[in-house]
């Protein structure tokens, strides 16, 4: 079975995570298309606390365009959702593993983009620890 998400668990701030990862998906190409505070929504909405959580959607315009070019229902899974989360005194950061697609959709071709924004994604949640990604 496929895993979920590409993730990494960092002894770093909240806000300076958010920021790094938004930096590391845009040294490999993605743009953020959308950010949603899930704390502060939730909060405003039904009067739900929970731990600091944002979602970003990430988007590498080519590789979106690849996919719904391959098969147009892709699209419901678009951006590349990336959530950044407190979780005690450290934050996670897991990005939806792309290759969740190829099990949705027989389309050929597809396989190939979800490899290529594997490959991606995994290089940006892996710089934010200095690492290097050889995927």
Do not use: W
């Not at 892709?74 to 996670?92: F, Q, Y």
């Amino acid at each position: 079975m496929t895993e979920l998400a590409i993730s990494i668990r960092l002894d770093m701030p909240f806000a300076e995570t958010v920021d790094a990862t938004r930096e590391a998906l845009s040294e490999q190409g993605f743009g953020i298309l959308t950010e949603i505070d899930m704390q502060s929504t939730l909060k405003a909405k039904i009067d739900a606390d929970i731990e600091r959580y944002v979602i970003l959607g990430a988007c590498n315009p080519r590789l979106a365009k690849s996919a719904i070019d391959t098969d147009r229902q892709v699209g419901l899974l678009l951006p590349c959702n990336v959530i950044v989360r407190a979780d005690g005194g450290s934050t996670i950061v897991e990005a939806m593993n792309p290759q969740v697609m190829v099990g949705l959709s027989d389309a050929p071709g597809l396989a190939d983009v979800a490899d290529e924004a594997t490959a991606l994604l995994h290089a940006a949640i892996m710089a934010l620890s200095g690492e290097s990604s050889s995927t």
